[in-house]
């Protein structure tokens, strides 16, 4: 065996991530739909924002002048959210880091399992693969 982690007998060997698209179907699969308003709620309360606010946008774009035809799907209706927080580079690295929660060690957030925002792929219309 070869501890440096190289081919044994011509074969590779070690763990595989699955591909984003299964990992985030298992957690909607254990996941309720209804949670999504209070899981960005829960979200702005935790970066500190004082106030939410949500807008659904019921219009639908034209697609004739998109740089990409495949973006065509995704001209309309949308649900928007906002909150007063700032947004801050630990939060990008948090949502690309699943069930990596950065919160899990303050005892003051309420987010501390990784999976709260990924609540939000039950109302996408799309799933890239």
Do not use: C
Not at 55 to 62: A, I, K, N, P, V
Not at 91 to 103: A, G, H, L, N, R
Request: overall charge negative; proline content about 5%; hydrophobic content about 35%.
């Amino acid at each position: 065996m070869d501890p440096g982690g190289g081919p044994i007998d011509g074969h590779t060997f070690g763990q595989r991530q699955p591909p984003l698209y299964v990992t985030i179907q298992k957690i909607l699969d254990k996941y309720p739909d209804g949670q999504i308003f209070k899981e960005i709620i829960q979200n702005a309360d935790d970066a500190g924002a004082s106030t939410v606010h949500f807008y659904l946008d019921s219009r639908q774009h034209g697609s004739q002048s998109l740089i990409y035809s495949s973006l065509g799907q995704f001209q309309g209706p949308s649900l928007l959210s906002y909150n007063d927080a700032m947004f801050q580079e630990k939060d990008w690295q948090s949502i690309q880091d699943m069930q990596q929660s950065v919160k899990a060690e303050d005892p003051f957030k309420v987010g501390k399992f990784g999976i709260g925002f990924n609540s939000v792929y039950h109302i996408t219309g799309v799933v890239v693969t």
